[in-house]
């Protein structure tokens, strides 16, 4: 089993669209979440970064962690055409783990939104 | 962010030569660079973890004395393959480590090896 296990889809939504992508973990000592956006043949870019559980907001994005089920999602609403690309999540354990500033990425999920 | 600065976007070598490429932190003072390696449809896979002023630590499975790590300054890190073969063509990306392990990545780099 992954340490960290993400649908790759790919999903094909129409534009305006809420997108819902998910990943869930097992590693409990996880506690930095991140979720990179990644256009084809480019470097991944940052979206959100959460520490805790809850929600965090930015634009049309909100990202959700919820550690007690292992389990976060990224919202994007109004989704535009603009917003085709792979999305990766990604989470670091925290300080004074043995793995401390290593990201481990999910799959990563092939997002297309047609006009 | 950081903003980071990856360069060559997209080299192509023949087979049994070496390519250097380089990641260079333009506004921040990075102590720990990560080297990434990418497949088409994969998701990145960590090759080594490049530590300023000191060795570079290698994931199992990623020969050091293939993939030549050398950080050193605060502001770059370059990666080098050395005698290139077709198995190592892939897309290598760098990034750098800013506080609470948050990591902002170079543009990528294209490595075809004929």
């Known amino acids: 089993q992954k340490e960290v296990e993400q649908d790759p889809g790919p999903l094909s939504v129409p534009e305006g669209a809420i997108v819902s992508l998910n990943c869930t973990y097992s590693?409990?000592?996880?506690?930095?979440f991140m979720w990179y956006r990644q256009y084809s043949r480019k470097g991944p870019e940052l979206l959100m970064y959460t520490y805790s559980s809850g929600n965090k907001e930015d634009g049309r994005f909100t990202a959700q962690v919820d550690k007690s089920s292992k389990y976060i999602s990224l919202f994007i609403r109004d989704s535009q055409p603009s917003d085709s690309a792979t999305y990766l999540c990604a989470m670091s354990v925290g300080a004074g783990g043995t793995s401390y500033g290593k990201l481990t990425f999910g799959q990563g999920t092939i997002l297309t939104v047609h006009p | 962010g950081a903003v980071v600065s990856q360069h060559p976007s997209w080299v192509i070598c023949k087979s049994g030569t070496s390519v250097k490429i380089e990641c260079r932190s333009l506004d921040f003072q990075a102590t720990t660079m990560f080297w990434y390696r990418q497949f088409p449809k994969q998701s990145l896979m960590l090759m080594a973890t490049?530590?300023?002023?000191?060795?570079?630590?290698?994931e199992q499975g990623v020969e050091k004395d293939k993939f030549l790590i050398n950080h050193a300054s605060l502001t770059l890190s370059t990666l080098t393959v050395t005698s290139a073969h077709p198995e190592d063509s892939s897309f290598y990306i760098c990034s750098v480590t800013m506080p609470k392990n948050i990591q902002y990545f170079g543009a990528g780099t294209r490595l075809s090896v004929l």
């Open positions: 590693n409990s000592a996880f506690q930095y």
């Open positions: 490049s530590n300023e002023g000191s060795k570079a630590t290698y």
